[in-house]
């Protein structure tokens, strides 16, 4: 296992992280569960990445209950706040009652008196940035995270929280948590830059685009029984972002060049997004040990500048950012 600074901070984290969204504590059960965080940990994963919305918080009861045999110092733990985690109106955003609140939460149904990492979820424009920054600092303070970050924030949100922090005799922000894939790199053009000059580390998630980048989805044919785009439990992302011929046709085109070097779709997916030095850690989501120890080789993959600029063909650049 390689492991990798977050950004101009000290901690390290292992380059292949363990997710639980749509997995551990949801489709998967405890025993599978417990079987990927045995492999995870044994392979040299330290990094394991939930949020209290995954399963309603059922994700971070099974992870915790997952990790509970290994020593806390050897984990670096991530979760999340923001999405709605009951149906008052604090129960969601980013004010500082529903931060302190999910936060206690968190740690209790994973058992652990800190979490390494506590993030954003994602913006929101109802709570002032003064008062999120304030919340994290004060629950850094308190011993209860050690590093904050934010998850699908746009690059100016992103300058101007550190600002705010700067401001306020406050730490700044860590760690970002964007979507990056071949199929979305919308994060080079302008995040990964600045989080390059903000000294942030990057984790990233989604780095098969759901599924459609193993090419397991053919042009032409429905989605196969027993996928996930095929389960309606867990098929939104993919159907909206990704479900299209072009992109089905483009991922037989990735299977070929992945079978030219020998290696699986999903080793070749996951391995170039490490090939980007912004990149701390990819998020794996898998759903079984097979899976997971089939993404692990991909720390060993070493892409050649050929099959590079081949990729970059199939799934150039996009021209334009997103707006949000």
Known sequence: MEYRCLGKWGVKVSCLGLGTYLTIGFTSDERT???MVKTAYENGVNYFDTANVYARGDAERALGKCLADYARSE??????????MGDGPNDCGLSAKHIREQ????????????????????????????????????????GKILYWGVSEWPAPLIVKANAVACDLGARPIAVSQPRYSLLYRYPEELLFPTTSDEG??????????????????????DAPAGTRAADERQ??????????EEYKVAAQ?????????????????????????????????TSSVAQLEQNLKAVDLRIPAKVRHQLDELF?????VPQV
Not at 235 to 244: D, F
Not at 262 to 276: D, F, H, S
């Open 200 to 221: 942030i580390g990057n984790v990233v998630f989604s780095p098969l685009a759901h599924g459609m980048l193993t090419g397991k989805y053919k042009p032409g044919q």
């Open 103 to 142: 936060c206690d939460a968190s740690l209790r149904r994973l058992g652990m008196d800190y979490v390494d990492i506590y993030m954003c979820h994602r913006p929101d424009a109802g709570a002032p940035l003064e008062e999120t920054v304030r919340a994290m600092e004060d629950l850094a303070r308190a």
């Open 75 to 84: 984990l670096v733990i991530l979760s999340k706040v923001w999405a709605p």
């Open 33 to 35: 569960s417990r079987a």
């Open 253 to 285: 085109r990735f299977v070929e060049i992945a079978d030219g070097l020998g290696v699986g779709a999903a080793e070749l997916a996951i391995a170039w997004c490490l090939t980007n030095h912004n990149v701390a850690s990819v998020i794996l989501g």
């Open 235 to 244: 098929n939104t992302v993919i159907k909206t972002m990704y479900w299209t």
């Open 316 to 320: 150039p650049r996009p021209a334009t």
